[in-house]
């Protein structure tokens, strides 16, 4: 249920929810992140993009005081006035990994791996070439061996044989949370990220770090990956109209389309109150 007052903290997924099919973020909705800041309200911008991809997610929420990314397992306070500071930063170890897609695959198939290996600015990802990735020009492929030779912030598979929830649902079956955390966020690939590493536990450290309970936390997102910090937070949590209906079904209330502006026309209202 939605609280009365105004929220003490904001975050919003970004591709899908905030950002637009284009991949632009409209003035319109930048316009209304800055009044949420000038309000006091801190924003943050909660994401299953990497680290290498700061940048880029710095400019399409430039109004963010944190960034939760690679879908919790990285935490930036960009409020310093020093610079960006990195207040949590998980890893899968490559053994764990190795093991649990030897496992997978036992059970579904071959299947098209990727992994996430670098924080470095605008870093490829690693693996099987595939070509329903969206993003091949931040694409390198490389051997299984190549891959698991280090650890990583988060590895992606898909197999032809299943839809992207069926294969979700089959490797919950088989890996345990306490081994890694698996999700889907829209891209046709199962993510797997380090064990207690999801947009919730990644949003506590920014409520720690900020004295914020979470049931004075308002969310906005649209994919299974925003699930559990839509299970965290209290102040409310809005699916666009676009969500995955697993989202929509755990949704406080439904906002307009990430194409029609639905975060910003939402908090413009609460504003305007």
Request: one cysteine or more; glycine letters at 8%; a negative charge.
């Amino acid at each position: 249920m939605t609280r009365p007052g105004l929220p003490k903290l904001i975050a919003t997924d970004l591709d899908g929810t905030l950002v637009r099919s284009d991949d632009t973020v409209s003035a319109y909705t930048h316009g209304v992140l800055d009044r949420v800041r000038a309000a006091g309200i801190p924003v943050v911008g909660a994401t299953g993009r990497g680290p290498r991809l700061s940048e880029l997610t710095r400019n399409d929420i430039r109004a963010a005081d944190f960034l939760v990314m690679a879908g919790g397992g990285w935490v930036v306070d960009q409020s310093d006035p020093s610079g960006p500071v990195v207040l949590r930063e998980e890893r899968l170890p490559a053994e764990v990994l190795a093991r649990l897609l030897a496992d997978l695959e036992a059970q579904v198939g071959p299947l098209t791996v990727m992994v996430e290996a670098s924080d470095e600015h605008d870093a490829p990802l690693w693996g099987d070439y595939h070509e329903s990735w969206p993003y091949q020009d931040r694409f390198e492929a490389r051997t299984r061996d190549e891959c698991l030779a280090s650890d990583v912030i988060k590895a992606f598979a898909r197999t032809a044989d299943h839809h992207v929830d069926e294969l979700l649902a089959v490797a919950r079956e088989i890996i345990p949370p306490q081994v890694a955390t698996l999700t889907q966020a829209g891209l046709g690939f199962v993510e797997i990220c380090p064990p207690g590493v999801d947009k919730a536990t990644g949003l506590t450290v920014v409520a720690q770090t900020l004295g914020v309970d979470p049931a004075d936390v308002l969310v906005f997102g649209d994919m299974p990956n925003d699930l559990p910090m839509f299970g965290w937070a209290g102040w409310s949590r809005v699916a666009v109209a676009n969500a995955h209906p697993a989202l929509r079904a755990v949704a406080d209330e439904v906002t307009l389309r990430n194409d029609d502006d639905g975060v910003a026309v939402y908090l413009d209202r609460l504003l305007s109150r």
